[in-house]
């Protein structure tokens, strides 16, 4: 049974969108049963263009990835989520709509990475941000696909997923 992960920020419009991406890219090289998607409270309308070239860099087929409202997963039709994960401070403040899962509700837990986009140092300092979370996020979610899904209870997967952050 696929686990869906659903990855949230604000405007899903970087750090969610290069945690999709790489969750994805892992999944598929490790032969893992694992879907991410990405979402956001207020999407942008547009993926930035440094979050792509980012992922390209690394081989991570981005078509078909845009920018959306978080509204689509708590939708009928929706995939049944295993966990959600906010990765910026702003949505994991904010109050998130009621997504259902396989077992009821999705593990919720928390992985926050400064906004690239904030970087100093113009479009080289940027490249050089996006790069280094890129990185930072595709360490986590190489932990994440380590994880035993089918053996864990939500409350074991919640602590896992916490200790993933830690670290």
């Known amino acids: 049974m696929t686990t869906h992960v659903l990855i949230l920020c604000t ?8 945690s999709e991406g790489m969750l994805n890219h892992w999944a598929q090289k490790l032969g893992k049963d694992v879907q991410a998607h990405s ?5 942008s309308g ?5 979050a792509v ?5 690394a081989g991570v ?3 078909g990835y845009y920018s959306k409202s978080w509204d689509k997963f708590s939708a009928d039709g929706a995939p049944p989520l295993s966990i959600v ?9 904010e109050q998130c709509p009621v997504f259902f ?14 906004d690239p986009s904030n970087a100093e140092g113009g479009d080289e300092g940027r490249r050089r941000a996006f790069e280094l ?7 986590r979610m190489l932990q994440l696909l380590q994880l035993p899904f089918e053996e864990l209870s939500q409350a074991e997967l919640q602590q896992a997923l916490v200790e993933i952050y830690r670290n």
């Open 11 to 18: 405007h899903n419009s970087a750090r969610s969108v290069l």
């Open 61 to 63: 087929d981005t078509s």
């Open 46 to 50: 547009r993926i930035n263009p440094f």
């Open 101 to 114: 899962g396989g077992n009821g509700q999705p593990v919720k837990v928390h992985w926050g990475y400064p």
């Open 85 to 93: 994960i906010t990765v910026c401070d702003s949505a994991a403040a």
């Open 133 to 139: 979370t890129r990185q930072a996020i595709g360490y």
């Open 39 to 43: 979402a956001g409270s207020a999407p």
């Open 53 to 57: 070239e980012a992922l390209q860099n």
